[in-house]
């Protein structure tokens, strides 16, 4: 059974960094690709970042680039991102995602955690 | 402002049938596969139909996906209460180098 574990959500002052982790069990982690993905309160989902199996690529949305830095352990079976110079705007739920093909024209997301909260705030 | 525009909400009543838009562009779903997730309430998002008209193991054949051009749509059919939920489509983007949700839909079951 895949399982996506999320950790270290938390309040932030503006300006600040966290680390987010995601423990992965259930399937053969380097194989995949992974993803971060946020939801404001209230609003929809919004695509973060993603990973490519063997990390050597990666994707960032306009919004993060040159802030936030997604990596891998896969002798962990880890996914982190790493968010610094952190806006209000940044405050959301991140999801941890597995995708079930490489990131691009067929690449989908077929499972999720179940997330961890993320508040920036004076 | 989601780079893919989809109907704030929708409502049907139960037995229904009911179709949710999703519109892009030639960067996005015209050249790249749709895909469409349900989110209940308080709950993470579930994949519904990936590869713009295929369901994953478990998901009724209720939903279906299609795609024409730069647009997608889901249908559910025989509308359910349980089907009450928040419905997003998605796609890569090839000018983005990056993945795309609409701004989701909000179906109501009546």
């Known amino acids: 059974e895949v399982q996506l574990l999320e950790s270290g959500g938390g309040l932030v002052q503006p300006g600040g960094s966290l680390r987010l982790s995601c423990a992965a069990s259930g399937f053969i982690f380097s194989n995949y690709a992974m993803a971060w993905v946020r939801q404001a309160p209230g609003e929809g989902l919004g695509w973060v970042s993603a990973?490519?199996?063997?990390?050597?690529?990666?994707y960032y949305a306009d919004s993060v680039k040159g802030r936030f830095t997604i990596s891998r352990d896969s002798s962990k079976n880890t996914l982190s991102l790493q968010m610094n110079s952190l806006k209000a705007e940044d405050t959301a739920i991140y999801y941890c995602a597995k995708v079930n093909a490489a990131p691009g024209r067929s690449s989908r997301i077929d499972y999720w955690g179940q997330g961890t909260l993320v508040t920036v705030s004076s | 402002q989601s780079v893919l525009t989809q109907p704030p909400s929708a409502s049907g009543t139960p037995g229904q049938r009911v179709t949710i838009s999703c519109s892009g562009s030639?960067?996005?779903?015209?050249?790249?596969?749709v895909n469409w997730y349900q989110q209940l309430l308080g709950t993470a998002p579930k994949l519904l139909i990936y590869g713009n008209n295929q369901r994953p193991s478990g998901v009724p054949d209720r939903f279906s996906g299609s795609k024409s051009g730069t647009s997608a749509s889901l249908a559910i059919s025989g509308l359910q209460s349980e089907d009450e939920a928040d419905y997003y489509c998605a796609a890569w983007d090839d000018s983005l180098n990056g993945a795309v949700f609409g701004g989701g839909t909000q179906l109501t079951v009546l």
């Open positions: 990973i490519s199996g063997s990390g050597g690529s990666t």
């Open positions: 030639s960067s996005n779903i015209a050249a790249n596969n």
